[in-house]
C-alpha cells in the first residue's frame, strides 16, 4: 500500500510515413532508445517505415505529457558527416516525466546502402535481404539476421543470436546469450563470442 506509479497509465499511437534519401547520402544510422525494430529491402530511394509506439507513464497527467512527443521518424544528415543519414524516432529526455516509450518499427530500406541500428536501451532487431555492410548495437534483445549478403557487426547486451542463410563476414558479441550462426558462403573472418551462453555454427565444409 506504500508504493505507487508503476506505470500504470499507458497508450498506443499508430505511425506510418517515408523519409527521402539524398543522393549525397552513402550511410544511414538508425537510433531508437527502446523498440523492436523489423527491417527489410526495396527498390525505391526512400526509406519507408510503418509501426506503433507504446507510451507508459506513472500518472494520467504525465502520460499525456509523453503523448505529445510527435509519433514520426525524423531525419538529417550527421553534422559530423554529412554523407550519413541520421534516422531517429519518438523518445524521451530529461526534461520529460518518468516513463517509456517504446517503438514496434517496421523499415523497408534500398539494399545497396550501408545500415546501423542503434538501440539504446531494450529491443530485438530482425534484419533480412541485405546485401551491404549491416551494423546493429542493442542494449538488451534477441538479433536475428536471414539471407544477408553483406559484412555483419552485432553487439547485445543480453539476447540470443540468429543467423541463416549468411553470405560474407560475420562479427557478433553477446555478454550473455546462446548463438545459432549457419553461414553458407563464409568471407575472411566468422567471430562469435558470448559471455554466457551456448555456440553452434555451422560452415561449409
Known sequence: TGCGGALGHRSVAEMS?????APSIRRI??????GTIGMDVHADRAI?????VRRAADTAADLAILERIPVQLVAAPDPGDTTTLVVRGP??????????VGLELGLHIPADIPVEIRVEQSGHVTVVNRTTPLEVHTGRGDLRFERCGGAI????????????DHRGDIDIRA????????????????????GQ?????????
Open 48 to 52: 519507408g517505415y510503418g509501426g506503433g
Open 17 to 21: 510515413g517515408s523519409l527521402p534519401i
Open 91 to 100: 523518445a524521451l529526455t530529461d526534461d520529460l516525466p518518468r516513463g517509456i
Open 197 to 205: 551462453g551456448t555456440i553452434q555454427c555451422y560452415v561449409p565444409p
Open 153 to 164: 557487426k552485432a553487439r547485445t547486451g543480453r539476447g540470443n543470436v540468429i543467423a541463416s
Open 175 to 194: 555478454a550473455v546469450g546462446d548463438m545459432q550462426v549457419f553461414v553458407r558462403e563464409p568471407g575472411t573472418r566468422i567471430r562469435l563470442d558470448t
Open 29 to 34: 544510422r538508425i537510433e531508437i532508445q527502446n
